[in-house]
């Protein structure tokens, strides 16, 4: 095993594999490094011309690439060729809930993973370093330590859990200046030469106080118990919002109240129309179902109350405009300000725009969107993936702009279901004068100003108040 890194190869393209070795090649530009994909389309916009043209949009992320692109970072499709050169592979591929079979709608989906396995095997011909970039669910290394020992030409595989703590929005933020790196590795020797060369790497930029180096079954429990943590913050304001609703108290200034508390701690007491994301419910039911799979019901049940609790935050937001529009929003126009699952991003997996857009549809409103980063195309996909009515009918009840203000001419209500800072600064009179009397305003992310709208006229809620 070669002590120091001087090739990096990463299997999967996406949010993180992409940001991630960005990253590690703009800050280490001694160390080459190839990302790898089998989506052609998504490896040919990862190699535009135009770094604004890259397939994901995070701030801050076309500049590092338009530097370290054709220097020391490479976007190929060549999966064999890259493992074969590298001493380190990543492993940052999708781990989506599976949708067949045992553990449907639960477990985590190993077939991307186990197929990397496979191919770093089959390939590998001298001994390599093997990451598990992508969250997975505990224990899972020793799957893949089984088929590399197994399908391998006889060489040695060091597996190490390296989980990825960014957040969608703020991605290249959260890699340049993590809170910690956690590396995960066997107590052998071999075990933790291997941990020390991937703790080279990021020493390269990040404190080594901050690296923290732990058994590998810790380092992928951690991932998931970080994101069960995070997740169940929102669940629980939001489980409070509602009270506060009912009771006159306003759950910015509770949460306010509870953040200074330094016990609890400020962050993460947003409340809103509900958590969204690849990664939160995805990895919170894992969570719940290796916790069954152990027998631990009550610690099952524990953790899907989180989910229960985002998915009512959700259903009651999309009732409560029903209701409130006179408990009809048949053929009624209501605008969506935003359809990504939070801003800073054109991210839209789980986004809880989709569940409302859906319920409402239900309800035979024609919805109209509006969102910066977001096209119609991926819009449209996002609610044929639920599988409530074809996808002709969504394209017939769904309209999308590229002005936010005529996406608002004649609507009955405007959502705000992404928090995009632009949508603070609009003329909101003039979004006032051309919508249909009276103009409501429901506010999923607390990001307006209740008395300015009020003022102006609009009927203006918002979660929690
Ligand atoms: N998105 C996030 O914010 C985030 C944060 C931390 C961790 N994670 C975890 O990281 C992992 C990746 O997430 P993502 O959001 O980047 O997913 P993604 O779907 O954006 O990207 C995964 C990529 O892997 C590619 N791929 C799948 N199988 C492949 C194979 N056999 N060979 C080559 N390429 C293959 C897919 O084509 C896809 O482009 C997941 O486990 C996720 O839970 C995600």
Known sequence: MKSKITKICCIGAGYVGGPTMAVIAQKCPDIQVTVVDLNTERIAAWNSENTDDIPIYEPGLSTIVAEARGRNLFFSTDV?????????????????????????????????????AREIAKVAKDNKIVVEKSTLPVRTAEAIKSILNNTGNGVQFQILSNPEFLAEGTAVTDLLHPDRIL?????????????????????????????????????????????????????????????????????????????????IGSKFLKASVGFGGSCFQKDILNLVYIAKSYGMNEIADYWDQVIIMNNHQKKRFADNIVQT???????????????????????????????????????????????????????????????????????????????????????????????????????????????????FVFDGRNLLNKSELEAIGFIYQAIGS
């Not at 079979?101 to 477990?107: D, N, S, T, Y």
């Not at 077939?111 to 990397?116: A, N, Q, R």
Request: charged share 25%; net charge negative.
């Open 183 to 263: 590396i995960g590795g066997d107590p052998t020797p071999e075990g933790q030469t291997a941990i020390q060369a991937l703790v080279e790497v990021y020493a390269n930029w990040v404190a080594v106080e901050k690296i923290v180096t732990t058994n590998i079954w810790s380092s992928e429990l951690s991932k998931l118990t970080a994101n069960a943590f995070l997740a169940q913050r929102i669940s629980s304001i939001n489980a409070i919002s509602e009270l506060c609703e009912k009771t006159g108290a306003n759950v910015n200034e509770v949460a306010r109240a509870i953040g200074m508390d330094s016990r």
């Open 325 to 439: 529009l006179y408990n009809t929003v048949a053929d009624k126009k209501i605008t969506f300000l935003g359809w990504a699952f939070k801003k800073d991003t054109n991210d839209t997996r789980e986004s809880a725009a989709i569940y409302i857009a859906n319920d409402l549809i239900n309800e035979q409103a024609k919805i109209a969107v509006y969102d910066p980063k977001v096209p119609r195309k991926k819009m449209l996909a996002d609610l044929d993936y639920l599988e409530t009515r074809s996808y002709k009918a969504n394209a017939k009840n769904l309209d999308t702009f590229e002005n936010p203000y005529e996406a608002c001419e004649n609507a009955h209500a405007v959502a705000i279901l992404t928090e995009w800072d632009e949508f603070i600064t609009y003329n909101w009179q003039k979004i006032y004068d051309a919508m249909q009397k009276p103009a």
């Open 80 to 116: 064999e060729l890259a493992i074969d050169e590298a001493d380190v592979i990543f492993i940052s591929v999708n781990t989506p809930t599976k949708t067949y079979g045992k553990g449907k709608g639960m477990a985590a989906d190993l077939k991307y993973i186990e197929l990397c």
